[in-house]
């Protein structure tokens, strides 16, 4: 039996070529396949970190986390030791009784409790009082003015001139127009809802037409008062500023917020940025401190600009909670920010002006080390998307003046939370009455917005401040402001 020949040398050599060739193909393909894995890998993460963000952790509003279980809230406050509970000396909002109640009932025993003899007409031996606090039916008032005639000598017949609020033979007064006005642009009731509800709560029946004739002459009333704001707001030595997405006749406006302590500016626009904030003339002729969040175009307005802490914070919250490197270097931020905050507030509460210098050098270095820690934790190779945590420690590390501006600056917030309250109610009026159908409504909106807005923060009841508008005496701000 013959045996096949021993393979030569060429074919040998050929033979191992071919091997190699294929070991190559076999090791490009796994190569391939580990780099899709890896970036299928890192996609999966990015996309449970998108899932696994809400309110505490990024820039979304409570409203959005939705009604399934929150997670536990990790408090970046420091413990004050007190207990929780009412404060010492806040006299609280319970139900107190009055001295001088508008009706009183007399009840009398009419038999003995304990023999059970009766004691009609018998002496009082004192009392107990029990007070009930009610609301009595209401009715509107009707006031008639009476326009009498007089005849001159001449023949020519006078009719007595009308108060400017009186223009028509009925008209609804400054009371109900007020009332109006209150339910839709601050209880954010749509236009149906306030006129049921002046049916059912007063007796007069509005139609949505008078509603929202009420609120396009609340708007006009209220021209001088928005040129007070602005006035007000370009010269404030610190302001702040937001923005939020908001529908309007179904496509996506903005909603602008410049605001003080003292005063609230709103105004609806198709842009977010530089084109909107332009147009309302309010931040391109400021000259103070704005407090903001890292949006770009607030760079240019101001002599010097802070970056929102609590922002921040919750960036950083969210960089801890990355499993995908090591992150220790953003809870060691929250550490500085947190302590640095602290240490101002016990500073100015001590009535010191700003820290001590030696104070601040320690916490400016501290912050400088763990912005440079948080880059080297993120290394990125210049190809493909930016990671987040690499984007957060190359902007605290470029804006480091803003965002420590609170600790130099002691007149300077740490948070811009006076703007995000002032925007909070955009979350209820988009709950309650849905997006605006037209722009002209969303701007009646705002502007009477504005106006509530400043006056529940100098103490006034809006319903009060809402009357004297309607009376054509609108409230103003004051002087000292």
């Known amino acids: 039996m013959s045996s096949a020949p021993p393979p030569t040398y060429e074919e040998l050599a050929a033979l191992v070529v071919e091997l190699r060739l294929l070991v190559a193909a076999q090791a490009?393909?796994?190569?391939?396949?580990?780099?899709?894995?890896?970036?299928?890998?890192?996609r999966i993460s990015e996309l449970e970190r998108q899932a696994a963000t809400d309110s505490h952790n990024s820039s979304k509003p409570p409203s959005s986390d939705g009604l399934g279980k929150k997670p536990v809230p990790k408090s970046l406050r420091r413990r004050t030791g007190r207990k929780p509970g009412r404060a010492k000396g806040d006299p609280g909002g319970r139900l107190e009784q009055v001295a001088d109640p508008?009706?009183?009932?007399?009840h009398h025993p009419v038999a003995c409790g304990g023999c059970g003899a009766g004691l009609g007409g018998g002496p009082s031996a004192g009392y107990r009082a029990r007070q009930v606090f009610d609301l009595p039916e209401i009715a509107p008032e009707v006031t008639e003015h009476r326009l009498h005639q007089?005849?001159?000598?001449?023949?020519?017949?006078?009719?007595?001139?009308?108060?400017?609020?009186?223009?028509?033979p009925a008209v609804y007064g400054a009371g109900v127009r007020a009332a109006i006005c209150y339910l839709s642009a601050y209880q954010h009731l749509p236009a149906k809802?306030?006129?049921?509800?002046?049916?059912?709560l007063f007796g007069l029946a509005i139609s949505t037409g008078t509603v929202v004739s009420v609120l396009?002459?609340?708007?006009?009333g209220l021209a001088d008062f928005e040129t007070q704001v602005k006035e007000h707001l370009t010269a404030a030595p610190v302001a702040h500023a937001d923005e939020s997405g908001v529908r309007v006749a179904g496509r996506l406006h903005w909603l602008h917020v410049m605001c003080t302590h003292l005063v609230t500016f709103y105004g609806i626009h198709t842009a977010r940025g530089r084109a909107a904030m332009d147009?309302?003339?309010?931040?391109?002729?400021?000259?103070?401190?704005?407090?903001?969040?890292?949006?770009?175009?607030?760079?240019?307005?101001?002599d010097d600009r802070a970056l929102c802490g609590a922002h921040v914070l919750r960036e950083l919250i969210a960089a801890t909670e990355d499993t995908r490197r090591e992150q220790t270097w953003a809870q060691a931020m929250i550490d500085v920010l947190i302590e640095a905050k602290g240490a101002v507030a016990d500073a100015v509460a001590a009535g010191q002006s700003t820290l001590a210098p030696e104070r601040l050098a320690?916490?400016?270095?501290?912050?400088?080390?763990?912005?440079?820690?948080?880059?080297?934790?993120?290394?990125?190779?210049?190809?493909?998307?930016?990671?987040k945590a690499r984007a957060l420690a190359e902007r605290l590390r470029d804006r480091t003046a803003e965002y420590q501006r609170y600790m130099t600056d002691p007149a300077v917030p740490f948070d811009n939370n006076t703007a995000e309250r002032d925007l909070r109610m955009v979350k209820a009026q988009q709950k309650i009455s849905g997006s605006w159908r037209t722009l002209t409504g969303a701007r009646r909106f705002a502007r009477i917005r504005s106006y509530i807005s400043t006056v529940r923060k100098?103490?006034?009841?809006?319903?009060?401040a809402l009357r004297d508008l309607f009376a054509g005496r609108p409230w103003t701000l004051p002087a000292t402001s």
């Open 102 to 106: 508008d009706v009183i009932i007399d």
């Open 216 to 220: 396009d002459r609340a708007h006009d």
């Open 193 to 200: 809802r306030p006129a049921e509800a002046m049916g059912t």
């Open 458 to 464: 100098h103490g006034i009841n809006p319903l009060t």
């Open 28 to 42: 490009e393909t796994i190569a391939a396949q580990a780099a899709t894995i890896a970036q299928q890998a890192e």
């Open 150 to 168: 007089a005849v001159c000598g001449c023949g020519h017949t006078t009719t007595a001139t009308a108060p400017e609020q009186v223009n028509a």
């Open 279 to 302: 147009d309302f003339a309010i931040l391109p002729a400021f000259t103070g401190t704005l407090v903001t969040d890292a949006l770009a175009s607030y760079t240019v307005y101001g």
């Open 362 to 387: 320690v916490f400016q270095d501290r912050y400088r080390q763990v912005a440079l820690c948080g880059i080297a934790a993120n290394p990125y190779s210049g190809t493909g998307p930016k990671p």
